[in-house]
């Protein structure tokens, strides 16, 4: 029986979806760049994708990024922001879905909200979407809103690679620049 490409995307995409989940619920601190040979063998026996760079680890511990791929297919998992709460932290996380064009897949964004793990609870996922939302609403309607001003995070978030998470939202159309001195700038397309 043979597979098709489409069923070969699917699992790659599947795959690399349950990765970059075991990687956002399983995040404590920022990642060791020097571990990445162990957790990339990790990533392939545990799940079959590759984690292909070194995670990268912003100033001040924001963003915290991970590059993994399969299939020509490739997830960009970033943590971007932090939300302190009483007790706890709220952290915001995109990911970013791409791939060759031979893969098969389009480019898309995962958006997520993820509760730091406490004594009462673990590590959980409390909002999750494939188009943007500026303010997001939990736990009983206290909403975290995301900066939609921020030229850094608008760079990270690359809403006109992704133009379809975005369609409809102020980030419709918008871009961000990192120049030679490594400042950011917003533009609209």
Same mark, same amino acid.
């Given at each position: 029986?043979?597979?098709?490409?489409? %069923?070969? +995307?699917?699992?790659?995409?599947?795959?690399?979806?349950?990765? *970059?989940?075991?990687? /956002?619920? !399983?995040?404590?601190?920022?990642?060791?760049?020097?571990?990445?040979?162990?957790?990339?063998?990790?990533? /392939?026996?545990? #799940?079959?994708?590759?984690?292909? &760079? %070194?995670?990268?680890?912003?100033?001040?511990?924001?963003?915290?990024?991970?590059?993994?791929?399969?299939?020509?297919? #490739?997830?960009?998992?970033?943590?971007?922001?932090?939300?302190?709460?009483?007790? #706890?932290?709220?952290?915001?996380?995109?990911?970013?879905?791409?791939?060759?064009?031979?893969?098969?897949?389009?480019?898309? *964004?995962?958006?997520?909200?993820?509760?730091? +793990?406490?004594?009462?609870?673990?590590?959980?996922?409390?909002?999750?979407?494939?188009?943007?939302?500026?303010? /997001?609403?939990?736990?009983?309607?206290? +909403?975290?809103?995301?900066? &939609?001003?921020?030229?850094?995070?608008?760079?990270?978030?690359?809403?006109? +690679?992704?133009? *379809?998470?975005? !369609? !409809?939202?102020?980030?419709?159309?918008?871009?961000?620049?990192?120049?030679? &001195?490594?400042?950011?700038?917003?533009?609209?397309?």
């Amino acid at each position: 029986m043979s597979v098709s490409e489409e %069923e070969l +995307a699917a699992r790659a995409l599947q795959r690399l979806r349950t990765a *970059s989940e075991a990687i /956002i619920l !399983g995040q404590y601190d920022p990642p060791d760049p020097s571990l990445q040979r162990q957790m990339n063998s990790r990533m /392939i026996d545990d #799940y079959g994708v590759q984690l292909w &760079t %070194e995670p990268y680890v912003g100033d001040g511990g924001l963003p915290i990024v991970y590059h993994l791929k399969a299939r020509g297919i #490739y997830f960009d998992v970033k943590h971007l922001l932090n939300f302190p709460r009483a007790g #706890y932290v709220v952290e915001y996380w995109v990911t970013l879905i791409g791939g060759t064009d031979w893969a098969g897949v389009a480019p898309g *964004s995962i958006f997520r909200l993820v509760r730091m +793990a406490g004594r009462d609870h673990p590590r959980e996922v409390l909002h999750e979407s494939g188009r943007f939302n500026r303010i /997001i609403p939990v736990e009983g309607g206290r +909403a975290v809103e995301i900066p &939609t001003d921020d030229p850094r995070l608008i760079y990270e978030m690359s809403p006109t +690679a992704f133009p *379809s998470a975005y !369609g !409809g939202t102020e980030l419709e159309g918008l871009g961000a620049e990192r120049d030679d &001195t490594g400042q950011y700038r917003i533009h609209r397309r």
